[in-house]
């Protein structure tokens, strides 16, 4: 009898059994132990590399890129709401009588490069990358044992796509998480579950569990993006218990990081950082670690044919989320969905190689920076302070009148000391007669610079 309900288990439970049994998954004793209750699970430290990094790239792909219309909510859009403008876009696209599940083979990834991807991502300045294990629509991009023919392995690109990535991204030190939906819109398991009001788990024994447990085990992800949490309770999707293991005795329990989407009413409340929402933006600085993820296709986080020019966030508007998210303490995860094919749009490219020029010249008062006392200057929208060590930045977003730079809240002293990134000549500063500092900028070398939008003054000596 115990052998055949080993049998009936899914194989990545199987696994994390027998790493369990074995001891190879065991934490050092001398070390803590987290219970899965959550307020020892959000006593665990956040792993410094995370708030050290500041920037990522998201990377929303599945088969939703294939009709890649409307958003990545295609499906839900077309059978769960039962939009016409979806069905008329079917219907005029389409074979008669195409299902979403048509879609999978044309999704080819036929020009996927991972290493051209993982290149690009280190041009933009990302210290990290998320990338969409699963969405939604519940096909994974890696050869899941829990999804049957539903993945890029044995349909579509039959590749594994996660693996690919995350080897190419490893390589140039870039630290890569993976995004993963706790829920899939139309299977039935789940369907089952909601009927009886989540008094069963069938959904989550068969198939959320088992790809969480395979993907940890398999890929050992940096990070893991929950999502698709807000029908259901934590205690539905065994969150607690997840984590847990996962924060105990995985193999990446020292350095793993996580987002607080595990259950309704979980968000801004419980997990590594806070998320909260999406395009999250607060104003005032947090106690807890959050990020801000957000998409240049501000209507859509998969590619859309139907993208306009406009529908793109501009350079500038990347740069100050940037700066603003980085001042109250946030990283900024910006987000591009390639094609079916694997190709990233020459807009998106553009967009991402800019904010890499931008940082190789401001890095300095982004990446492994700390909120400063005071986050914005007193008068102005358009400055916004970080800190490292003794220096404080003070990064400004519009070019001031006279080139002269005019900061209330640093208190200066007989040895302090500014520079501008990007030049290492000190710059000539005064106090003005309502005690202000202002600092004159180097004008005529402003142009030399490889971007338009958002500069950085480096203060020493100042309180």
Known sequence: MAAERLRLLPPPLLLLLFFSCSGALTRNSAGPRYSP??????????????????????????????????????????KGELQPDYENFVRRHFPPGTSYADFAPRFSAVDFQPEE??????????????????????FTNWGSEASWNWNSVDTGPHRDLVGELGEAVRKRNISFGLYHSLFEWFHPLYLLDKKNSFKSQFFVSEKTLPELYELVLRYKPDLIWSDGDWEAPDTYWNSTSFLAWLYNDSPVKDTVVVNDRWGANCSCKHGGYYNCQDKFEPSSLLDH??????????????????????DVMNGN?????????????????????????????????????????????????????????????????????????????????VWPKDSVLTLSSPVVSASTQITMLGFSKPLKWQ?????????????????????????????????
Not at 41 to 56: C, E, Q, S, T
Not at 122 to 138: L, M
Not at 344 to 360: D, N, T, V
Request: net charge neutral; glycine share 8%.
């Open 431 to 463: 106090s003005s007669p309502q005690q202000e500092l202002q600092v004159l900028l180097p004008s005529e070398n402003r142009w030399l610079l490889p971007f338009e939008h958002g500069w950085a003054v480096k203060l020493l000596g100042v309180s």
């Open 289 to 310: 670690k959050w990020e801000m993820c957000t998409s240049l296709d501000v209507r859509s986080w998969g590619y859309r044919s139907n993208m306009q020019v406009f």
């Open 317 to 397: 508007t990347i740069i100050q989320q940037l700066v603003h998210t980085v001042s109250y303490g946030g990283n900024y995860l910006l987000n591009v969905g390639p094609t079916k094919e694997g190709q990233i749009a020459p807009i998106f490219q553009e967009r991402l190689r800019a904010l890499g020029l931008w940082l190789k010249v401001n890095g300095e008062a982004i990446y492994e920076s700390k909120p400063w006392r005071t986050q914005k200057e007193n008068r102005s929208e358009e400055t916004w302070y970080t800190s490292k060590g003794p220096a404080v930045y003070a990064i400004f977003l």
């Open 37 to 78: 209750e959550w307020p020892s699970l959000d006593a665990r430290p956040l792993p410094g590399w995370f708030d050290a990094a500041k920037v990522g790239v998201f990377v929303h792909w599945g088969v939703f890129s294939v009709p890649a219309w409307g958003s990545e909510w295609f499906w839900w859009h077309w």
């Open 117 to 138: 991807w993982a290149q690009l991502f280190q041009d933009a300045g990302a210290r990290y990358v998320v990338f969409t294990s699963k969405h939604h629509e519940g």
